[in-house]
């Protein structure tokens, strides 16, 4: 059994600032590549960040310079740094992880946690 725990989102200004993060327990055995993705309304959900366990990362276009995802192995927890938010920012922020656990391989999705960026 593998429970994710997201937090972090909230309202912010244009030109805020959030730091999103996501945990992951049980019983894990390892945690592969790791992520974030987001959905506004009316839209499909997109990716935003992903990290191997390596530590190589891609973004979308979108955030590029302005977000950076990381992770913390040791608390299986994967970070979102979220810096000059933009309106279009506006989103339920969901993490994942591809991961091994007593169930076998998967992909576990955390909650969603809304973001909105409005003056």
């Known amino acids: 059994q593998v429970q994710v725990v997201e937090s972090g989102g909230g309202l912010v200004q244009p030109g805020g600032s959030l730091r999103l993060s996501c945990t992951f327990s049980g019983s894990i055995t390892r945690i592969n590549a790791m992520g974030w993705y987001r959905q506004a309304p009316g839209k499909t959900r997109e990716l935003v960040a992903g990290m191997t366990s390596n530590g190589n990362t891609n973004y979308a276009d979108s955030v590029k310079g302005r977000f950076t995802i990381s992770r913390d192995n040791t608390e299986n927890t994967v970070y979102l740094q979220m810096n000059s938010l933009k309106p279009e920012d506006t989103a339920v922020y969901y993490c994942?992880?591809?991961?091994?656990?007593?169930?076998?391989?998967?992909?576990?999705w955390g909650q969603g946690t809304q973001v909105t960026v409005s003056s």
């Open positions: 994942n992880a591809n991961l091994v656990a007593s169930a076998g391989w998967r992909i576990y």
